[in-house]
């Protein structure tokens, strides 16, 4: 068999010029009305998000003072983060007691030529330490300092003076849950972000081992697509003890860890041997984001979403596409992430000019195109993408009517239970509910929520080493969880949470579009 690995498939052949059936009227990570397109969040479906921030430019090398390699960390720690500048005394993960004085510093053009400057918003932080308090690294690393010095603090102090950016950023795992916890709004993921990526393109040695390991951690999709042309043996290889005790030896990828297997055929090629869409309707048309997990490793999810959705009378397109950046996020990889985001924003963008509505069934690659996007980068098209991108079973919720469609298909023939796990980024979207609320009068489904914990993997943050043990520490709460809870199929949104569960119960997991597909007869 021929592989497709160029992701160059079938991306619909419907020309349909009708309009976009939805639309959450603006507002980032909000889930609005998709009926009148006045941006009201829809019966059942919680707004979302937070407040909406500046976007930016990614720094490229012209732009980027040479810092000098190496000069990484601040040595100091935390006594010396303690901030001297604009009358504001602050040490991290203390408590400050001076008030902000907005006017006591000078201003900072922090990237020449671009539009970014995040001190308004860090001029909004009040230090109520809600992020510190919510940040599952700093609960069990006595080393992280947490969001508040990652983000106001570092943005509106250290910056002044051109200050290298504390190594400690790496630690970040992106989760993002301070973003939900700040009430005013301070955008510290994307502060983060940034810094991340200024210290990963500044400091960091590029020749180093952790460098390279993370560099290919955050191109997944790379490593995904060599290994899907021979992926039996890839899945053999990759979990063969010898190789997994060298690759944590030389690299710092823990054993402990079993790689997903990869597909013996992928989404996009299972897409292609269907002959692409079954359903041709220029009035309802979805254009699938289906990321790099649901192409490689779990291609079931991609088809439970296009079965469910033929279902509901939608064209499916399939655009090509590459990673959504999650991970190059994640381990400040901004240049990488950008590369994969301008070929992702001009297809998917083309696939909204001919109508579409973009879906994506990894809450983590809906969370990029809607809300890190627009933050990080200024590409054409870029804020009509995060308008129109929405969560597979969320964009059903507000189009459909789910519930009265699941009622009339009569529930499962044999009854089954399921821990559910809300993503972190699915919280932060406000859809930490939705699976619950969709199944839960769906007769022989018990959906359990086993509470708001981060599962700990955050992506790649789990897959090293030297993460591992608090990566399992922060799930730990989660596992018992869902032990506690009466079934034993777990259930998530995300493929890394997916990859944490079954690690820590050793439990089958599924996506709720499998179930959706299960309980409708797709
Ligand atoms: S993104 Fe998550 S790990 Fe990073 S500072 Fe915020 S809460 Fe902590
Ligand atoms: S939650 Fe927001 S306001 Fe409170 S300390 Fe953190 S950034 Fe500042």
Sequence with gaps: MTRDTADDG?????????????????????????????????????????????SIFVPDEGEVPDDGAGAAADPAGAAERAATDGGVESASGGSDSTELDPDAYDPVDVFPGGDLDLREGADSCYKCTSCDTSCPVAEVDDEFPGPKFQGPEQWRLKRKDDHDIDESITSCSNCMRCDDACPSGVPLSQMHNEARGQFVERQMEKLSMEYIRNRILANYRTSASLASMFPRTASFAMNFGPARWAMEKVMGIPKERDFPEFATETFREWWKARGGAQVENPDK????????????????VGKAMVRVYEHFGYEVMVPPQKCSGTPMFANGMLKDARRHAETNVENLVEAIGEGADVIA?????????????PELF????????????????????????????????????????FAYHAPCHARNQGLSRQAVETFRDVDGVRMEDVGDSCSGISGTYGWKEEKYEKSMEIGAEMFEHMEDAEGEVGMT??????????????????????????ALGA
């Design 10 to 54: 079938d991306g619909g052949d419907a020309n349909g010029t009708t309009e976009p059936s939805g639309g959450r009227g603006g507002g980032r990570g909000r889930a609005g009305c998709g009926n009148c397109g006045c941006g009201e969040p829809s019966p059942g479906v919680p707004e979302a998000g937070r407040d909406e921030q500046p």
């Design 285 to 300: 048309r979805v254009a699938y984001f289906h990321g790099c997990y649901s192409n490689y490793n779990t291609p079931e």
């Design 378 to 417: 200024d590409l054409h098209g870029i804020e009509d993408l995060a308008e129109h991108t929405f969560e597979a079973l969320e964009y059903l919720r507000i189009h459909e009517d789910l519930e009265g469609e699941l009622d009339a298909a009569g529930g499962l023939d044999d009854e089954r239970a």
């Design 493 to 518: 949104e995300c493929p890394t949470c997916a990859m944490q569960m079954e690690h820590g119960t050793g439990y089958e997991i599924e996506h709720p579009l499998q179930l959706l597909e299960d």
């Design 361 to 373: 069934s990894c809450t983590s690659c809906s969370m990029s195109l809607r809300q890190e996007y």
